[in-house]
């Protein structure tokens, strides 16, 4: 990563539990949920992708999953995160409008949200990348799944097809 670059990276949340009889953003994450939520953050540990902003869903499962991501990424500097409303039904232009509004000292940025959003921001932003990912994200992120992008441009600048899809990442978990 050059110095001017900046990583986004775009998480669905983890498997939560079915969908009943409460509203759709009280579910919660189910236990294989939890243990996915942990896998991503020892992935993103060992990548050095710890984030220093994380804008997550006010989604229940949302929220958990992030609590899950945290708790594994180890003893460094805590992100900053801000729990969000409009992340629970934002679609791509939006969320795309809410990455902009980032500060352009922020390097690394985590979105926790939902799909299809997650993997049709990823699409709608990546102007280049390896076959393998642009697939992935065509076909949709699976949970606990994250698009990485590399963006050259401060934040505010981002467009569409304006940045690199690097990988689709899947943390392993155990069951």
């Known amino acids: 990563m050059t110095t001017s670059a900046r990583r986004l990276l775009l998480l669905r949340h983890a498997k939560a539990e079915p969908h009943g009889h409460a509203p759709d953003e009280l579910r919660r994450l189910d236990p294989r949920g939890w243990q996915q939520s942990a896998a991503v953050g020892a992935s993103l540990r060992a990548a050095g992708l710890v984030p220093e902003l994380v804008l997550v869903s006010s989604a229940v499962r949302a929220r958990e999953t992030w609590e899950g991501v945290a708790g594994a990424l180890g003893d460094g500097p805590a992100p900053e995160v801000d729990v969000r409303d409009d992340l629970y039904g934002v679609d791509v232009d939006e969320l795309i409008e809410i990455v902009r509004g980032v500060d352009a000292r922020v390097r690394t940025l985590l979105v926790v949200g939902h799909e299809p959003t997650?993997?049709?921001?990823?699409?709608?932003?990546?102007?280049?990348?390896?076959?393998?990912?642009?697939?992935?994200?065509?076909?949709?992120?699976?949970?606990?799944?994250?698009?990485?992008l590399d963006v050259t441009v401060p934040w505010a600048e981002l467009e569409p097809l304006g940045a690199v899809l690097r990988e689709v990442a899947r943390p392993a978990w155990r069951a």
Request: charged fraction near 15%; glycine fraction near 20%; charge should be positive.
């Open 118 to 148: 997650m993997s049709a921001t990823a699409g709608r932003l990546a102007g280049s990348g390896e076959p393998g990912p642009m697939s992935q994200v065509r076909a949709g992120l699976p949970t606990a799944g994250y698009a990485r």
